[in-house]
């Protein structure tokens, strides 16, 4: 019943699967420099990482809102593929803010147009959806006929 | 087939697009007062602004959540009109919270109490599923009957 | 329509009241040790509360894609069930750690334990819908009929 929106969940449980590991190295990081709850204060590699843990997990519901209102209203394949993009993104982000603050920028910006994106495509989708259902006309139709 | 969802796909979708308002703000404020990451902490002002995104985002998820349960077990317009005023009320937290403490209080209460709505909705619609599946009886009908 | 989903539904709202609650406990603590937002520091018994509360809202959009891609791609009740069990570890992190940093290990591994079931079951759920649409598969009547 669920079978045709395998590919968002294919990539939500990926998405989990990082924020896991995020979450992970935070936690052998606190041992590494010794950084007690509930602190969060330490030295700057604890920092910057602990940061990154937490810039990760404040775009994760955002990316997944996206990922299905894009799957849904516009098409999955095309948003699958921006969220692997997007993960990918989150991956470089991660271990250039442990490395430096500066070696975060690039994967930022890169998932930043991910996600800008990801907006693009839900808007077409849900301003097609309101067209079928309040003016009957299909722009996906009228698109092609052009 | 998921166009009768498009209510609750727009009010998503402009969600999303406030918190990136929100978190676009926080980056020129980084760079207005030179709060370098890893550093969250400066001027009160950047510091205030900083935690009306931090709060946002803290309720951002618990927001979507209500929006879609209410929205899908209770009934769409109601859950989407609810979430265009909480989207309302928390963009006035963010700029009162930005302008001093004090004002972020009364758009916080207004966002609290369209938050309350949306959880009994979502409540009454949990419990019409429920009765409906399991005692065979149709609260809805019931109600309107009486 | 989505009577079928109202155990999924129930849980989320469960797990958005657990939310709130939290939540209201940290505005309590702030005005019993008189921590005046926007600062997030003060005696240890409130930050331990406030970090308590950041914990589980950071593992809160995690947890509601678990319990719905589980749910919807393997099975609704062993989701909802590890949902229960999901909330009441967060229910006894909260008040563990609220008390010593200790007493959030015992109810964190706990709730750890579940979430990779919950991974566990939706990898499972996503590979069947996979290998059911692509490989014409369907795993779970290849796995009774062994
Ligand atoms: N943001 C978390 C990420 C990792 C995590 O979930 N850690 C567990 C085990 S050390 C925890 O209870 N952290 C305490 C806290 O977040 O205050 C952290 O800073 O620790
Ligand atoms: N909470 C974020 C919101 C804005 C944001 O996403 N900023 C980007 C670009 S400055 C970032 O990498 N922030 C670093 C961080 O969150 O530690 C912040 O404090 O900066
Ligand atoms: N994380 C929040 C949880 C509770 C909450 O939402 N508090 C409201 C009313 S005191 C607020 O505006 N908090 C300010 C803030 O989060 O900076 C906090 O630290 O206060």
Request: glycine residues 8%; positive net charge; contains cysteine.
């Amino acid at each position: 019943m669920t079978d045709h929106l395998v590919g968002l969940g294919a990539v939500s449980v990926l998405a989990v699967m990082e924020q896991v590991y995020f979450s992970l190295q935070v936690v052998y990081a606190r041992r590494k420099y010794s950084v007690t709850p509930p602190s969060t204060t330490g030295p700057p590699e604890f920092e910057r990482l602990h940061r990154a843990q937490v810039n990760c997990t404040e775009y994760f519901p955002i990316f997944i809102t996206l990922l299905w209102t894009s799957g849904l209203f516009f098409h999955q394949g095309v948003s699958a593929l921006c969220g692997l993009l997007y993960l990918y993104s989150r991956y470089r982000y991660f271990n250039g803010y442990s490395q430096s603050s500066r070696q975060r920028l690039a994967p930022l910006y890169f998932g930043a147009t991910v996600l800008w994106a990801l907006i693009g495509f839900s808007s077409l989708g849900v301003l097609g959806s309101f067209s079928r259902l309040y003016a009957g006309v299909d722009l996906v139709d009228l698109a092609s006929s052009c």
